[in-house]
């Protein structure tokens, strides 16, 4: 993990207090809505790599905070 992941992690983990996050509390942290982060995973693309748990249709998604701080870390534009 690079420097920029690290912090990106010990943000994420600070802020939420859990090793994963919701497909809403994701949507917040790219500034999209819900039915978006919906769409990315329809398409398969424009998000981190995520976990269904179960295998309905409407089985819960989330998405674990290691995989969010690497998609973060290289889709931020730094100045």
Known sequence: ?????ELIYNDL???????????????????ISYSTIDGYIAKGYGIPNYKKLG???NAKV???????AKF??????TA
């Open 1 to 5: 993990m690079n420097q920029q992941q």
């Open 13 to 31: 983990k600070t802020r939420y207090k859990k090793s994963t996050l919701s497909k809403r509390e994701m949507a917040h942290e790219l500034g």
């Open 55 to 57: 295998k309905a249709k």
């Open 62 to 68: 989330v998405f674990n905070i290691i995989d969010v």
């Open 72 to 77: 973060l870390s290289e889709t931020i534009k």
